[in-house]
């Protein structure tokens, strides 16, 4: 099959890029212009260069395409160069569905976000929603993955675990909202690609949640990673009601590493139930792999 993939320079996107390939099929990369720059030389890959809020460019890009794999996400916005949530999750996804419309494509797998809903407290989580359902609403055949967080080497974009390895090498003191026990399930990012490939093979008329065999606390997953790193953990508890009263002041500026969207995620945790990993694994045929510390170095 042919399968455009947007997102496909981010840290995702080189991941399922490969197991496409390796599954046979031919890929067709979306890729912003500029960033195009950064991505390997690949004979099997055709880039497309078009911003995802171009209608006219992905419709093009699309043309003799069998599916899409929706992978453009964001997880800080910066709304004075319009980088929100609102046009990089919802409309994005609008304007991929109707360029599917145009040249009659009917697949697509959409990469979501676990804990995606409508009530959720942060604009990321409803956001994914509204992508979601617009998915579900508007494209004959789909499947909306919804990983945890990932794990695992992939590309240059940003990911929690070298944002959380940055505070340790750099900062004397670490420092920890509220008491840190919000309960976090990685995944590994070849599950996610691999998950992927089987969507886009065999469709999956579903929303399935990605998640690994382990819960683990933020706490102890900020401790493996000092650990592998060989350096020392000092941490210093900020209350988290503090945090959130601050937050939106201080998230106007890009060094702060932490936003109050982010915050209210941390505080509700990103975890899955044994019910909804079980549903993952009869649907998608195999179960999700443990995160080792070799996984957390190769994600630095």
């Given amino acids: 099959?042919?399968?455009?993939?947007?997102?496909?320079?981010?840290?995702?996107?080189?991941?399922?890029?490969?197991?496409?390939?390796?599954?046979?099929?031919?890929?067709?990369?979306?890729?912003?212009?500029?960033?195009?720059?950064?991505?390997?030389?690949?004979?099997?890959?055709?880039?497309?260069?078009?911003?995802?809020?171009?209608?006219?460019?992905?419709?093009?890009?699309?043309s003799g395409c069998d599916a899409v794999v929706h992978l453009v996400g964001i997880i800080r916005e910066f709304p004075r160069q319009g980088v929100t949530m609102d046009r990089l999750h919802v409309q994005a996804t609008q304007a991929v569905l109707s360029a599917m419309r145009a040249v009659g494509v009917e697949r697509i797998v959409y990469v979501s976000a676990l804990r995606a809903r409508p009530d959720a407290p942060s604009r990321y989580h409803r956001s994914k929603w509204a992508a979601e359902c617009a998915v579900r609403e508007q494209a004959p055949a789909w499947s909306i993955l919804r990983p945890s967080i990932i794990v695992g080497r992939g590309g240059p974009g940003p990911n929690f675990v070298r944002q959380l390895a940055d505070l340790i090498q750099k900062s004397p003191v670490v420092p920890v909202v509220g008491d840190g026990l919000y309960l976090l399930q990685p995944v590994h990012i070849q599950d996610v690609a691999r998950a992927v490939a089987a969507c886009v093979t065999s469709p999956i008329q579903a929303t399935v949640d990605l998640a690994g065999p382990h819960t683990v606390t933020y706490l102890s997953l900020l401790g493996r990673i000092a650990t592998v790193l060989h350096r020392p953990l000092r941490t210093i508890r900020v209350p988290m009601r503090l945090m959130l009263r601050v937050a939106p002041w201080l998230e106007r500026f890009p060094a702060f590493p932490v936003t109050h969207d982010q915050l209210l995620m941390l505080r509700e945790g990103n975890a899955t139930s044994p019910e909804q990993a079980e549903t993952a694994r009869r649907l998608l045929g195999f179960a999700c792999r443990p995160i080792t510390d070799e996984d957390l170095l190769r994600s630095l």
């Avoid at 390796?22 to 004979?43: L, N």
């Fill in 1 to 62: 099959m042919r399968v455009l993939v947007t997102g496909s320079t981010g840290y995702l996107g080189r991941a399922v890029t490969a197991a496409l390939l390796e599954a046979g099929h031919e890929v067709v990369a979306v890729m912003r212009p500029g960033s195009h720059r950064a991505w390997p030389a690949d004979a099997q890959v055709r880039r497309a260069v078009a911003d995802v809020m171009d209608e006219r460019a992905l419709t093009e890009a699309m």
